[in-house]
């Protein structure tokens, strides 16, 4: 363990430097803040080249820095360090713009959706830049703003699978409500469940169901919960479990009809309701929830949400009469819909969804347009490690 890349990896998750020895008092408390987890301050000096004494961590110290910064265990760690992805000096300025843009303070609960917006835009570039989202990650998980307006407003559902849940753990670290702890859970549900992980599925889904006082939550969590019991009842072949849990579904519904139908909102949480059952292959349950989206709820952008929901939203009522054999409007509801305008939190996952309708709607099994298809669709599973979704 090399001190100039621990230190580094260290302030990362910090969200900021430690120029001098002293400050490492403060370190071990916000360690023991974040992870509950004790390593005191003179440990911490050897850890971080302040003090050189030839006393090596112990194994117990490499354990804790390592869930610190965001990873199961030591070994994840050092293999982090091996390759030697870690920049001092990269993008200052931009950096220190985008940390600029988060440090407001929010005057009221009203949702500001240009500045939302705006937040969408600066999340699409931290996003696309792995080195910048590295440097960046201990003040994102940190702020209050950008744990609202990053972590929880965009979701980065293409890489649960592939380095994005180390940064949502070390969110998960800082902000520690009911909410937060849900929310989170059921995303590292959703990449074991999305790569074939059922051991880890069965793990946080214990986690999941045990967070209580959650009935004021938003949808979206609330939802997620239900879609992580009725996918994990549907990997183990537990039909009373759906069943169960397919009742539960109906049942929130009904809870959201006087708060969220007379708002005329975008129906958040039949959204991924329809997904949740898509995917089980349920579609006479998906369209029942399609049907109250589309007479109870907003049907159309009016510009008080993010560009790409309705476009997603169409997606999978595609797939869902598709499946229901009207194959035709299928067609008609994809022909209309621009794949480049759908929702890009979930871009790569709902374009994987789009190849394989597409795939199955191809008559001729050998023809040039399906061999692509097959062609885009393999390298998007491998791109994002969702082997759940291969055909």
């Not at 169901?209 to 969590?221: C, E, M, S, T, W």
């Not at 476009?311 to 209309?336: P, T, V």
Request: with cysteine.
């Amino acid at each position: 363990m090399q001190n100039d890349d621990i230190k580094k990896l260290v302030e990362t998750r910090y969200g900021k430097n430690i120029a001098f020895s002293n400050e490492c008092e403060e370190l071990s408390m916000h360690i023991k803040k974040s992870i509950q987890a004790i390593i005191s301050p003179q440990t911490l000096r050897r850890l971080l080249g302040f003090i050189d004494d030839g006393v090596l961590p112990s194994k117990r110290t490499q354990h804790y820095i390592s869930v610190y910064c965001g990873f199961q265990n030591y070994q994840e760690l050092a293999k982090k360090l091996s390759n030697k992805t870690i920049e001092t000096e990269s993008g200052k300025d931009e950096i220190s713009l985008i940390k600029q843009f988060y440090n407001i303070e929010l005057s009221d609960n009203t949702i500001d959706i240009n500045y939302q917006r705006a937040c969408g835009n600066i999340a699409k570039i931290i996003l696309k830049n792995p080195k910048l989202f590295e440097e960046l990650s201990g003040y994102l998980s940190k702020n209050p703003v950008s744990q609202v307006y990053f972590f929880e407003r965009f979701p980065f559902i293409p890489g649960l699978c592939n380095g994005y849940v180390i940064h949502l753990k070390k969110y998960l670290q800082e902000k520690k409500t009911t909410e937060a702890k849900l929310f989170a859970n059921c995303l590292f549900f959703l990449g074991a469940y999305l790569s074939c992980n059922l051991k880890d599925q069965k793990k946080y889904l214990d986690i999941i169901n045990a967070i209580q006082n959650i009935d004021k939550l938003h949808p979206f969590p609330i939802a997620r919960k239900i879609m992580s019991n009725i996918l994990y009842s549907f990997q183990v072949g537990d039909t009373e479990s759906i069943r169960h849990w397919t009742k539960k579904a109906f049942e929130q519904e009904i809870k959201y009809q006087t708060e969220w139908k007379s708002r005329n909102i975008f129906p958040f949480y039949h959204y991924l309701m329809v997904d949740c059952f898509n995917l089980i292959g349920d579609y006479e349950t998906s369209m029942k929830f399609i049907k109250i989206a589309e007479l109870d709820y907003k049907s159309y952008n009016d510009g008080t949400i993010e560009t790409g929901y309705y476009e997603s939203f169409d997606l999978m009522k595609a797939i869902c009469i598709y499946h229901l054999g009207e194959k035709n409007d299928a067609k008609r509801i994809l022909n209309r819909t621009d794949s480049s305008a759908l929702q890009f939190t979930f871009y790569e996952y709902h374009l994987i969804h789009r190849l394989r309708l597409e795939i199955k709607m191809c008559s001729n099994a050998s023809s040039v347009k399906k061999q692509k298809l097959q062609k885009a669709l393999a390298d998007l599973i491998i791109k994002t490690g969702f082997t759940q979704l291969a055909l």
